[in-house]
């Protein structure tokens, strides 16, 4: 019934800046947690930023300061600006959202295809 896409990936260099986007479609009754994740090759993915819908965000203690999110909720968007890049951050990006499809039913957990950043010279 949902489904999450993320774009906005690419190559950039060192120091530069990206912008990625998470729209989320279907049948949506309410949007509660959307976060950002990422998983690099060989690990385990990692929480970037989480958020509600009362502007409660948590962020990774090595991304503060770079990352920043914003969140539209009658867009059904979250969006995540990406600044001062590493080559670290070079990872594959998951938007992740937990909804509720009717009104007494239960939230799920529902993840998008993910889009590559890579950080590089």
């Known amino acids: 019934q949902v489904q999450l896409v993320e774009s906005g990936g690419g190559l950039v260099q060192p120091g530069g800046s990206l912008r990625l986007s998470c729209v989320a479609s279907?049948?949506?009754?309410?949007?509660?947690?959307m976060a950002w994740y990422r998983q690099a090759p060989g690990k385990e993915r990692e929480l970037v930023v989480q958020?509600?819908?009362?502007?409660?965000?948590m962020y990774a203690d090595s991304l503060k300061g770079r990352f920043a999110v914003s969140r539209d909720d009658a867009r059904r968007a979250l969006y995540l600006q990406m600044n001062s890049l590493k080559p670290e951050d070079t990872a594959v990006y998951f938007c992740?959202?937990?909804?509720?499809?009717?009104?007494?039913?239960?939230?799920?957990?529902?993840w998008g295809q993910g889009t590559q950043v890579t950080v590089s010279s």
């Open positions: 992740q959202a937990t909804v509720r499809t009717s009104r007494f039913g239960m939230s799920r957990v529902y």
């Open positions: 279907g049948s949506i009754l309410a949007v509660n947690v």
């Open positions: 958020t509600t819908t009362g502007n409660s965000t």
